[in-house]
């Protein structure tokens, strides 16, 4: 692992991991004071942040997936904003378009940003809109630019997507493809929360005004996290685990014989880098200097169940996605 000088004062590196570890602490505590009963929820979404990356968020309306990412932005001190995603979104209300304006009598284009340009983005229900649409958030999101008439315009850093999807209500929808779904690092299920929780949260919400979260740290700050976890070190076990679960999640290979003729198509490569990138950040989070194969397990799920497919026998025997990944967690155990 080479040496890392983390700011241009070469501040000693242990000291900043220990700084920027308590600084999450903070994060995760008050997010949580707005979020009732979504720990694990808070903790991988910012893991997906953490990471560099881009979540997807799925879960029925009324779990405050609009609130988590609102009080992200707050708490991290980010330029946020939200699109409600239909079916008559087009590109350019997305990205932006150019406009022609007059000025001392001579006409000349000008870029007018769309709402893709900010620090964290809320793509609301984005199966709601047309794949065309779809496409060029989807580009932005892997490519961190738009390019409007032969001009590219950078977006801003740090550039992060949080993007929903209700399970229940598909009428009228235009789902993901896979190899879009790819681009997410993280597919986050929000349940409902336990019965002390949703207790909290009726007492909190209704009573009176409701608190608001204040901001805890700032852009730099995440892009410093970012940086910590990009050169926090990963052992060799924990690699193997990683490459264990993502081929032992594609159809054909060898070692996991009771399942693997059940999955129609599995992980490609970005699984793993998501998983080196996943398993780093939730050991910053924790305030450990490397990842162990808990988090490894941890993060199968998020990491695996939206890049994996089942066979149509399989599904007819009632497997599932989540039971295939239980399967290959079992192996590291």
């Avoid at 893991?47 to 560099?52: E, S």
């Avoid at 893709?116 to 630019?145: C, G, K, W, Y």
């Avoid at 986050?188 to 007492?203: C, T």
């Avoid at 730099?220 to 050169?231: K, N, P, T, W, Y």
Wanted: with cysteine; net charge negative; charged share 20%.
């Amino acid at each position: 692992m080479p040496n890392v000088v983390l700011t241009a004062e070469g501040t000693n590196a242990a000291a900043q991991f220990e700084r920027t570890a308590a600084t999450l602490g903070k994060v995760r505590t008050a997010v949580a004071s707005a979020i009732f009963g979504q720990d694990a929820v808070i903790d991988q979404t910012l893991v997906t942040l953490l990471a560099g990356g881009h979540g997807l968020l799925i879960g029925v309306p009324g779990l405050a997936k609009t609130k988590l990412v609102e009080t992200l932005g707050i708490v991290l001190g980010l330029d946020w904003k939200r699109i409600q995603f239909t079916p008559d979104l087009m590109p350019t209300d997305i990205i932006g378009s150019e406009v022609l304006e007059e000025n001392s009598g001579k006409r000349a284009f000008r870029f007018l940003n769309g709402p893709v340009f900010t620090q964290l983005l809320m793509a609301d229900e984005i199966n709601r809109a047309s794949p065309r649409t779809q496409s060029a958030l989807l580009q932005a999101m892997q490519e961190r630019h738009v390019t409007v008439a032969g001009t590219r315009y950078d977006l801003p850093r740090p550039f992060h997507v949080l993007a929903t999807q209700n399970p229940l209500e598909q009428e009228g929808t235009y789902p993901l493809p896979e190899a879009q779904l790819d681009r997410f690092l993280l597919q986050i299920d929000i349940d409902y929360p336990d019965k002390d929780a949703e207790r909290r949260m009726l007492l909190s919400t209704t009573f009176g005004e409701e608190t608001k979260p204040a901001p805890v740290c700032g852009p730099e700050d995440l892009m410093l996290a970012q940086q910590i976890v990009r050169h926090i070190p990963v052992g060799e076990k924990v690699v193997d685990s990683i490459l264990k679960l993502v081929r032992g999640g594609r159809p054909g290979e060898e070692g996991f014989a009771d399942i693997r003729d059940s999955i129609a198509w599995g992980p490609g490569p970005r699984a793993s880098q998501a998983f080196m990138l996943a398993v780093r950040a939730r050991a910053l989070i924790e305030g450990r200097l490397a990842p162990s194969t808990d988090d490894v397990v941890a993060l199968a799920g998020p990491v695996l169940r939206h890049r994996m497919a089942l066979t149509f026998p399989a599904r007819a025997e009632g497997m599932t996605i989540a039971s295939v990944i239980e399967r290959l967690c079992r192996s590291l155990l």
